[in-house]
């Protein structure tokens, strides 16, 4: 079964402890993973998308890297508005159609 | 500015009614998207649409009904099947149905009273 999935649930960091957040999965004919940030409230928005394993991004303080079978967010010397819930999802063939395979996601707390 | 739009941000539904939520987008896009989003579950498919007039059932289709009359519009339809529809609903949309990347509104919340 095509399937995503983000550890931890939650992860409640101080003001410049560095982390990761992982995302595995099992989906055959992957076409990219994403990662997604989403505030209460409102819709996910666009972080990174990675290819093929090997592939790195980086934005700020959060870098996204990939293999064959998951990805990390890692999150270096995080500040208080890093805290939102990071959504991982891939796009791949499912049944014969292109389809966004969503997380559950990481809630991620940033305390001062 | 291009993007998506949503309305209304919150709608309350009576036990019985049937409700439709609105999705528009100036993206020019051709695909577009409705997921469900409840309380530490991920974001999961109810419809899709890869052009106008045509649009296709996703892994929780049951209690909602959608139409595609022009490209910038994608309503869906919450009807009175749907036993539990308070959740968190989003539209999204992409260039084309196999296109890399998806863009978001900004949600509605459904509650039943």
């Known amino acids: 079964e095509d399937q995503v999935t983000q550890s931890p649930e939650a992860l409640r960091l101080q003001e410049g402890e560095s982390s990761s957040l992982n995302c595995s999965y099992t989906v055959s004919g992957l076409r990219g993973l994403f990662w997604y940030r989403q505030d209460p409230g409102k819709g996910p928005e666009f972080l990174f998308t990675l290819y093929s394993a090997g592939e790195e991004k980086e934005k700020e303080r959060l870098k996204a890297t990939l293999t064959k079978k998951e990805s990390f967010l890692h999150i270096t010397a995080p500040k208080p508005e890093d805290s939102a819930t990071y959504l991982c999802a891939v796009q791949a063939i499912i049944q014969g159609a292109q389809k966004l395979v969503f997380g559950q996601g990481t809630r991620l707390t940033i305390n001062p | 500015?291009?993007?998506?739009?949503?309305?209304?941000?919150?709608?309350?539904?009576?036990?019985?009614?049937?409700?439709?939520?609105?999705?528009?987008q100036n993206l020019n896009h051709d695909a577009m998207y409705w997921y469900r989003q409840d309380p530490g579950q991920g974001l999961r498919l109810i419809y899709y649409s890869q052009i106008v007039n045509d649009f296709q059932k996703g892994d929780i289709a049951e209690g909602y009904s959608v139409s595609r009359e022009k490209k910038e519009s994608f309503p869906l339809t919450v009807t009175s099947a749907q036993k539990n529809?308070?959740?968190?609903?989003?539209?999204?949309?992409?260039?084309?149905?196999?296109?890399?990347?998806?863009?978001?509104?900004?949600?509605?919340?459904?509650?039943v009273v």
């Open chain 2, 1 to 24: 500015d291009g993007g998506i739009t949503q309305s209304p941000k919150y709608l309350f539904r009576k036990e019985g009614q049937n409700v439709t939520l609105s999705c528009e």
């Open chain 2, 85 to 111: 529809p308070t959740a968190f609903y989003l539209c999204a949309s992409s260039l084309t149905q196999g296109a890399i990347g998806y863009t978001f509104g900004s949600g509605t919340r459904l509650t």
